[in-house]
T-cell receptor, first 114, second 116 residues
């Protein structure tokens, strides 16, 4: 069975600063995808960034980057130059290659202070 | 691209009543997912359709729950004899069939169910 753990229920960051959200996962499979999804208050969930497990290079999308440590089964999200619009719930998720379902963590609520 | 839509957005019902939710995926997406999300938790997988075929169901989907996707386009999720524990946000997501694809799912806004 696959599991995803987010150990930080809440995080806070000052506008324009950098914050890192943590995620660990467990799977016995070698081929999978990892995701960070953002869910703003009362709005729908959107994909922030995606990492294929077979790629050693960490994914980057503008101000968002990940630190993927496959051996440690760790997948953290770094948000640089934080903006007020980054305030949301962030979910780490795991999907097996060729599988049908995505397993989500419990989420981290990010607050951005002006 | 109109995105994934869900109807209704909110539903309040009394315990024991039946409810039905609808999801309209992005038009070219043939894969459709239902999730349940309770307060303070991440989405939990309920079921998956590829076209009209329901290929996987979670054990969370008790016999009171049924989902259909009759023509491989929109989908419905029905809950019979609702219980207070069914109160949650029900999310629908879709994604295209793209081989060894990126598995990126596009989510709808959800239907919030409150069972009194």
């Amino acid at each position: 069975a696959q599991t995803v753990t987010q150990s930080q229920p809440e995080m806070s960051v000052q506008e324009a600063e950098t914050v890192t959200l943590s995620c660990t996962y467990d799977t016995s499979e070698s081929d999978y995808y990892l995701f960070w999804y953002k869910q703003p208050p009362s709005r729908q969930m959107i994909l922030v960034i995606r990492q294929e497990a077979y790629k050693q290079q960490n994914a980057t999308e503008n101000r968002f980057s990940v630190n993927f440590q496959k051996a440690a089964k760790s997948f953290s999200l770094k948000i640089s130059d934080s903006q007020l619009g980054d305030a949301a719930m962030y979910f780490c998720a795991l999907a097996l290659l060729g599988g049908f379902k995505t397993i989500f963590g419990a989420g981290t609520r990010l607050f951005v202070k002006a | 691209d109109t995105g994934v839509s869900q109807d209704p957005r909110h539903k309040i019902t009394k315990r024991g009543q039946n409810v039905t939710f609808r999801c309209d995926p992005i038009s070219e997406h043939n894969r459709l997912y239902w999730y349940r999300q309770t307060l303070g938790q991440g989405p939990e997988f309920l079921t998956y359709f590829q076209n009209e075929a329901q290929l996987e169901k979670s054990r969370l989907l008790s016999d009171r729950f049924s989902a259909e996707r009759p023509k491989g386009s929109f989908s419905t999720l029905e809950i019979q004899r609702t219980e207070q524990g069914d109160s949650a946000m029900y999310l629908c997501a879709s994604r295209p069939l793209d081989g060894w694809g990126t598995d990126t799912q596009y989510f709808g806004p959800g239907t919030r169910l409150t069972v009194l």
